[in-house]
C-alpha cells in the first residue's frame, strides 16, 4: 500500500478505500494482510489476483513510462522507509533497476543478500549476488570495478561457509584479478588475503602464496595499517599451515603490536583468529581465548562474520582442550549440535 500512497498524489485514505471496494467486488486485486514496518508504519497489503493483470498492464505501459514511474516508486519509497531499508531492500533494488539507476539497484540488492545470509540463507544470497554482478556491466567506468571486487568478495563468503572450497577460492581469485586489471591495490591486497580462507583447507600452499603476494602489494601502498595486516596474516599462516619458524612468530607479533599501537579497529577478524592460533601454539591460552571470544565467539549475532565465528570457535576449542577444560568443549559441542538443529527448522526463502 505504501508503494502507491507514495508514488501517487491522492490521499492514502481514498486509494485504500478503492482498492478495498475493488478487492470487495474480486476484481483484478485482493487483500493479502497487513506489514508493520519496523519504524512502526502500518499499510494494508493488496496483491493481483493473477500475474496475467499485473503483466497485462505492466506491458501497456512505454519503456519510458515503466522506467520514469519505477524511478518515482524508489525514490519515494526510500524517503517513506528510512531507515527501514533493511525490510524493503529487495523491493527498492527492484525499482532502481526498473528505473535504470543500476548502482543504487546493486546497493540494495546487496543489502538483500546480505539480509538472506543474516537468516542462513546464503544459496539464496548467492543468486541475489550473481543479479547484481550482471548489473555492473551497466554502471559508469569508475565505480564498476569497486563494485565487481565487492560483490565478488561477497560471493566468496557465502561460498565458504557453505562448504563449497573451491568455488569460495576462485571467487576470491576473481576479485583478487579484478582488482589488479583496475589498479585497485587495496582491494587486491584485501581479495588475496580472503583467499587463504578455504585455500587453508583445501591448498595451502596456494593459500600462503596469495599471502605473500598481499605483502608484496601492500608495500606498494602508503599504507602501514593495510601492511600490518597483510604481514599479520602472512606470518600467522605459514606458522599454522606450514612450519614453526622463530622469524614468522616475531613478526606476526610485532605486526600485531601495531596495529594495536594505530588504534586498528577494522583488521579482518579471520586474521585476529589465526593469530589466536599463533598464540595457543606458544602455550598463551588464555590470550588466545580471550581474542576468540572478542573476535568471533561472544558476537556472532552482531554482525561479525560467519567465517570468523567458525575460527573463534576452533581456536577456542583448542586451547581449551590444552588446559584440560573438556566440561567447556563439551558444552560448546552440544550448543553447536543445537543450533545446527535450530537452522534446519528455519525457513531460509526470500521474503
Known amino acids: 500500500m505504501w508503494a502507491i500512497t507514495t508514488a501517487a498524489e491522492i490521499a492514502p485514505g481514498v486509494i485504500e478505500d478503492t482498492c478495498e471496494s475493488l478487492a470487495g467486488r474480486l476484481q483484478f486485486i485482493k487483500t493479502a494482510g497487513v506489514h508493520e514496518l519496523s519504524n512502526g508504519q502500518i499499510s494494508a497489503h493488496y496483491a493481483f489476483r493473477h500475474s496475467l493483470y499485473r503483466e497485462v498492464l505492466y506491458r501497456r505501459l512505454s519503456e519510458g513510462t515503466r522506467a520514469k514511474l519505477h524511478m518515482e516508486l524508489a525514490q519515494r519509497l526510500e524517503a517513506f522507509c528510512n531507515p527501514c531499508e533493511q525490510e524493503l531492500a529487495a523491493e527498492l533494488a527492484l525499482h532502481f533497476e526498473g528505473g535504470h539507476e543500476y548502482e543504487q539497484a546493486i546497493h540494495y540488492l546487496i543489502i538483500a543478500a546480505n539480509n538472506a545470509a543474516g537468516r542462513l540463507a546464503y544459496r539464496d544470497s548467492i543468486d541475489i549476488l550473481r543479479h547484481s554482478l550482471e548489473l555492473v556491466a551497466k554502471v559508469g567506468l569508475p565505480r564498476r570495478a569497486e563494485l565487481e571486487v565487492q560483490i565478488l568478495e561477497l560471493i566468496g563468503n557465502a561460498h565458504f561457509v557453505l562448504g563449497a572450497l573451491t568455488e569460495s577460492a576462485q571467487a576470491y581469485r576473481d576479485a583478487a584479478l579484478r582488482a589488479e586489471r583496475s589498479d585497485l591495490k587495496a582491494a587486491r591486497v584485501k581479495a ?55 622469524h614468522d612468530a616475531k613478526l606476526c607479533t610485532s605486526a600485531h603490536e601495531m596495529l594495536c599501537g594505530l588504534g586498528d579497529s577494522e583488521t579482518d577478524h579471520f586474521q585476529q583468529i589465526v593469530y589466536a592460533h599463533v598464540l595457543t601454539l606458544q602455550g598463551n591460552y588464555r590470550e588466545a581465548l580471550e581474542i576468540c571470544e572478542s573476535g568471533g565467539v561472544s558476537r556472532m549475532n552482531h554482525g561479525i562474520s560467519q567465517i570468523a565465528h567458525f575460527g573463534a570457535l576452533s581456536g577456542k576449542t583448542l586451547a581449551l582442550l590444552r588446559m584440560g577444560h573438556l566440561g567447556e568443549v563439551l558444552r560448546i559441542t552440544q550448543a553447536g549440535r543445537e543450533l545446527v538443529d535450530e537452522n534446519r527448522a528455519r525457513p531460509t526463502g526470500i521474503r
Open 192 to 246: 588475496l588475503i580472503c583467499a587463504m580462507y578455504p585455500l587453508g583447507f583445501i591448498d595451502p600452499d596456494q593459500g600462503l602464496g596469495a599471502l605473500d603476494q598481499a605483502v608484496q602489494t601492500s608495500m606498494l601502498i602508503d599504507d602501514p595499517i593495510l601492511l600490518a595486516r597483510a604481514q599479520m596474516g602472512a606470518a600467522g599462516s605459514r606458522l599454522v599451515f606450514d612450519s614453526w619458524r622463530d
